[in-house]
């Protein structure tokens, strides 16, 4: 198995644009989380899903974070307008449970918006 | 505010020391996980231990978890500059489902 897949892994853009990013899980996990890490804050999850299914997006920090997923092997979050205080790590992570299996991270999304 | 908070945050010793790093938490908890970060890459899952477990070993890694202090040690025995990373706990507090992690110890190890 590949893994988690994220692209892209890099995003530079100014700050008012919008941004995609993309998550693959891991084939057959059930359970696709989004973070966001940076260093004040350490590693925040932001939404996760079940089944394709929001179900917690308590962490989204406000309504320019977004977050679907249409089928069981993608994932998009989306920010509209992008802020320079969204520059962060963004990580994707799948599993076959919540809290009480592990967690498999994508390589994540470093995010610049100037 | 952080659930686990890892304790040191830097810890830096020579190719094989061990190393000990610590994680404390506030309320009780389902199961803790130990996870490890190299510089640019995501997180990997290293070992979960369980409220009711008390030591878990995976090859150069040991894990103890103390209830009764709301604590838990991470000892990464002989250690090699691979070892070098960012170690995070995670703690899946009762009655929630998702995991909070701590802001991570960063390790470095010598040649």
């Known amino acids: 198995d590949a893994g988690v897949i994220q692209s892209p892994r890099h995003e530079v853009t100014e700050m008012g644009q919008e941004v995609t990013l993309r998550c693959k899980p891991i084939?057959?996990?059930?359970?696709l989380f989004w973070y966001r890490q940076t260093m004040m804050r350490g590693l925040e999850l932001l939404i996760y899903f079940n089944n394709n299914v929001p179900i917690d997006d308590s962490g989204m920090p406000e309504d320019r974070f977004s977050a679907k997923m249409p089928n069981a092997s993608f994932s998009t979050l989306k920010i509209q307008p992008s802020e320079p205080r969204d520059s962060a790590v963004y990580f994707c992570?799948?599993?076959?449970?919540?809290?009480?299996?592990?967690?498999?991270f994508g390589s994540g999304t470093q995010l610049s918006v100037l | 505010s952080q659930q686990g908070e890892e304790d040191p945050q830097a810890l830096s010793i020579q190719e094989g020391e061990n190393a000990t790093m610590n994680c404390s938490y506030k309320?009780?908890?389902?199961?803790l996980q130990w996870y490890r970060q190299n510089s640019g890459r995501g997180l990997v899952h290293l070992i979960l231990?369980?409220?009711?477990?008390r030591e878990k070993h995976s090859g150069r890694l040991r894990v103890t978890l103390d209830t009764s202090k709301k604590s838990s040690s991470l000892l990464i025995t002989a250690s090699r500059a691979a070892d070098t990373a960012s170690y995070f706990c995670a703690t899946l507090l009762s009655g929630y489902s998702t995991l909070t992690f701590g802001k991570g110890t960063m390790l470095l190890v010598s040649p």
């Open positions: 084939s057959g996990h059930d359970y």
């Open positions: 309320t009780s908890i389902n199961n």
């Open positions: 231990i369980r409220s009711n477990e």
């Open positions: 992570a799948s599993s076959s449970g919540t809290g009480s299996e592990k967690l498999f």
